[in-house]
């Protein structure tokens, strides 16, 4: 069974603070905290740590070597607890679009010209690649839509779902008499699939 760490946001919080202002008492004003649950924070974080961070001379604290490098993580924590609280405000706008060279290139910024009429506050993320990177990319949930040439071959079927988008008629231009004219029916009915 994993162990629960015991430290807390807000002791973290706390600590960052005082690192920050140098002081329990600019901390507290700070966090809106008095400056005895300040105090009482920043003790409960060393006793979890079981070391020091600041060392106390008078009514100064001065940072402990230790303090630094827990600093450092402790901005890492704090951050990345704000991206989880606003997560589903962040995913609700950001769409991760995945798009083969010649779709990306010529397709992709009319489309994306239309979705931002529709939702101008959202956020794309596009990838541009050859059709098997950009699967490559949805079946590893990086993307969540690719839009590519051809028919490309997932490794994992159960992940990624596969739906004809478009077709495209391609077409052929050679000089009148030219032996690749023989067969133009044949070459008529040929077809890609952009799915």
Known sequence: MQTVPKITLKQLAVFVSIYQTGSTSRASEELHLSQSA????????ESRLQMPLFERVGRRLNQHP??????IQAQAILGQSLTLEHYHQYQAGQIHI???????????PSLLGKLYEALPDANVDMYIANTQEVVSEVEQLNIDI???EGVPRPVD????????????TL??????????????ATYSKMRTVIS
Request: glycine residues 4%; charged residues 20%.
């Open 171 to 184: 077409m052929i231009f050679a000089k009148r008499d030219s032996k690749w004219l023989k067969n133009v």
């Open 146 to 148: 690719a839009l590519v």
């Open 98 to 108: 995945g798009a083969s060279t010649t779709i990306g290139n010529y397709v992709l």
């Open 38 to 45: 300040v105090s009482s924070a920043l003790t409960e974080l």
């Open 66 to 71: 230790n303090a630094h490098p827990i600093y």
């Open 157 to 168: 079927m159960k992940v990624i779902e596969q739906r004809e988008w478009r077709t495209d």
